[in-house]
Each structure stands twice: as C-alpha cells, then as structure tokens.
Nanobody, 124 residues
Framework: QVQLVESGGGLVQAGGSLRLSCAAS????????MGWFRQAPGKEREFAAR????????YYADSVKGRFTISRDNAKNTVYLQMDSLKPEGTAVYYC?????????????????WGQGTQVTVSS
C-alpha cells in the first residue's frame, strides 16, 4: 500500500504560480512512477504530468507543457508540481497518483494509488 497526501493548492491570479507537493508513505515509493492529474468541475479527470521512478524521464500534457514542471525527491518521498503562468482553465482539483509500471502511461486507470486531491483556483 502507498498513501499519498497532496498539499499546496489555493487561490491564485491568472499568470501566477503555485507549487504542489505530494508526500508518499508506505511501500518503497521510489519504485513507483508518479503522475499528476486534474479534474475540473463537470469534466473528466485528465493527465497533466508524469515522472519516472528515478526522475530521469518526464512527460507532460500539451496543455501544460512549458508551464508546469514535475520533479521528485526520493530521499523525502515527495513529488512536486511547479505550476507557472497559470490560466483560469487550470482551476481544478489536482491529484497525485502512483504507478508501479514503467514507460509512457497517461490514463488514470493505469495508476494504482491516489491522493485525496488539492483544490487549485485561478482567478481571471
């Protein structure tokens, strides 16, 4: 079992920045690739970013590429999502998730464990 707890959400103006954190505990968390997803009101959960087990590979949705940066500190069992140049359409609940497999996996059903989410609201 892996437990994930997100933090760092809040209210920010368009163009601003936030850094989300995801603290992991339980089984060896460095064995998991980690992803960030988001779900806006009335919409399906969508992929935002993914980082490999050793942090050597990162992947981004086109909608966030160039503005978001995913990183991890395995010594602290923590994954981060730096979000810059935020847009109002970025308003959503942001979730981190853990995946025991390698490679390019962007579908929510491919992830084994989920946090409870943190709300990000971007005002225009």
């Amino acid at each position: 079992q892996v437990q994930l707890v997100e933090s760092g959400g809040g209210l920010v103006q368009a163009g601003g920045s936030l850094r989300l954190s995801c603290a992991a505990s339980g089984r060896t968390t460095s064995a998991y690739a980690m992803g960030w997803f988001r779900q806006a009101p009335g919409k399906e959960r969508e992929f935002a970013a993914r980082i490999s087990q050793n942090g050597g590979s990162t992947y981004y949705a086109d909608s966030v590429k160039g503005r978001f940066t995913i990183s991890r500190d395995n010594a602290k069992n923590t994954v981060y999502l730096q979000m810059d140049s935020l847009k109002p359409e970025g308003t959503a609940v942001y979730y981190c998730a853990a995946d025991s497999w390698w490679g390019r996996r962007f579908a929510s059903y491919e992830y084994d464990y989920w946090g409870q989410g943190t709300q990000v609201t971007v005002s225009s």
